[in-house]
């Protein structure tokens, strides 16, 4: 069953605009982490943030966590075309490995 | 290559049929972890070793499915009297511990 759900379901926006997307999960976590997945290709890690941290960021990409309100966003500051994919969030539960995916957002970013 | 890989990339078997599904984990990688993931949607756990033993399996949807690890480090999921829902993609993901998952190549199963 999916945990999360991402929010907006698909986003588009100019390239170099910045894009915010929010996911929402039910559960006490250890971890949440973020994937993107390009059209047809496999799923590829972007950033983890632990249940202590409130945020963290890598390159152009920054999350909070917010674990009163069960949720996180992602943003992408100065999109760029190569950008346009699926982004999903995931959850990792307390004392469990596994993922629990979330529905994922479109993200399209127009040249 | 270091990544996680997959075989076969692409399945097409008719209903009835068992297939089984490779999963090549990245080299030293102490968890390996099976995902299906329908068009349109997240991946959805089906099962993870710790090793050679098999941690959770909770996501397994009916006994159709099974997997193992045998020497911890290859792993085959099989699902047998295959079924049109089954069709899917399969994905496998592997890690070193608790944390980021590195994703494979996935296998498309189309059951006709």
């Known amino acids: 069953s999916q945990q999360g759900e991402e929010d907006p379901q698909a986003l588009s926006i100019q390239e170099g605009e910045n894009a915010t997307m929010n996911c929402s999960y039910k559960?006490?976590?250890?971890?949440l982490q973020w994937y993107r997945q390009n059209s047809g290709r496999g799923l590829v890690h972007l950033i983890l943030?632990?249940?202590?941290?409130r945020e963290k960021h890598s390159g152009r990409l920054r999350v909070t966590l917010d674990t009163s309100k069960k949720s996180s966003s992602l943003l992408i500051t100065a999109s760029r075309a190569a950008d346009t994919a699926s982004y999903f969030c995931?959850?990792?539960?307390?004392?469990?490995?596994?993922?629990?995916f979330g529905t994922g957002t479109r993200l399209t970013i127009i040249p | 290559g270091a990544g996680v890989s997959q075989s076969p990339r692409y399945k097409v078997t008719k209903r009835g049929q068992d297939v089984a599904l490779r999963c090549d984990p990245i080299?030293?990688?102490?968890?390996l972890y099976w995902y299906r993931q329908a068009l349109g949607q997240g991946p959805e756990f089906l099962t993870y070793?710790?090793?050679?033993?098999?941690?959770?399996k909770s996501g397994l949807p009916n006994d159709r499915f099974s997997a193992e690890r045998p020497e911890g480090s290859i792993s085959t999921l099989t699902i047998q009297r295959t079924e049109q829902r089954d069709s899917a993609m399969y994905r496998c993901?592997?890690?070193?511990?608790?944390?980021?998952?590195?994703f494979g190549p996935g296998t498309r199963l189309t059951v006709l």
């Open positions: 993901a592997s890690s070193p511990g608790l944390g980021e998952q590195f």
């Open positions: 559960t006490s976590i250890n971890n």
């Open positions: 943030i632990r249940s202590n941290e």
């Open positions: 995931a959850t990792a539960d307390l004392g469990n490995e596994k993922l629990t």
């Open positions: 080299s030293g990688h102490v968890s």
């Open positions: 070793f710790n090793y050679e033993a098999q941690q959770d």
